[in-house]
Structures are given as structure tokens and as C-alpha cells.
């Protein structure tokens, strides 16, 4: 599997335009990228077969996608560029640091990711939650809030106008 998404990543990231680049991804994921959504290329995946993109998403350039745990972006999601969302990671012990452990993340409808952020594994961004240009996220994020910083922390509650 990611032999084959290495060979459609070189195809993906040297699309000329919005659509082709769509339409690869789909192959990529194996679920039709809706006519809605945009991804800037560069874009990066391990197997991309564990990623869900809803529609009305927005996802700008350089992102890395390590899904082995499994993605799920829902709709009207924006994603800043140079975002990382990694499902994957390594025990503390030496002894089992080269097996996985892989959690899901969620995206939940209308958040914000913002640029050169950095979700980890098993994290649940909230519905119109917003996360800071490079915060590291280690736990969830709940609805309606604004987390920054490094570890990611809760910032203020997002009012409605």
C-alpha cells in the first residue's frame, strides 16, 4: 500500500491544476474527493486509505497526513499549510520503541486548523474549534474554543456574533 501511494504521491504533487490534483487524491484514499473540496499541492501521506475528507474542506500547501491510525476531516474544515496530522507514534520503552501505536484523529465540521500546526494521535478537534498557527495538540479540543501553543492550551471560548 504505500508503494502504491508513493507512486500516486509523485503523480498527485505534480498536478497542474485544483482538479487533477482532487481526483488523484481520491485514487490515494479510495473515496471520491468531493468537487467541493481543495487541496493545494504539495500534499504528503503514508497510505492516505485511512483518510476521510468531507466536503467544503480546505486544505492548503505542504500538508503531512500520517493516517495509519485513521483521519477524519468533516465538512467546511480549513486546513492551514504546512499542518501535520500524525495518528502514529512510538512506546517510551527502548525495548518496544519500533512497534506503532495508532489512535485516530477527528476533525469535527467548521474547524480551523491553522498553519504549521501539529495534531497528534487520538485528538478530537471540536466542532468550530479553532487551533493556532503552530500549536502542538495533544488532547481534545473542545466546540467553540481557541487553543494555542505548545503544549496546545485553551485560549478563550469562540462567542457567536
Known sequence: MVRRTIQLSADLNSATDIDQARLILSEITGNK?????????????NFGRFTSIGKNVFINHACSFLDLGGITIEDDVLIGSRVNLVTENHPADPAERRSLITKPIV?????????NA????GVTIGENAIVAAGAVVSKDVPANTIVGGIPAKFIKPISKL
Open 118 to 121: 501539529t495534531i497528534l494521535s
Open 107 to 115: 476533525i469535527r465540521r467548521n474547524a480551523w486548523i491553522g498553519a
Open 33 to 45: 474527493i468531493d468537487g467541493s473540496t481543495t487541496v493545494f499541492v504539495p500534499f504528503y501521506t
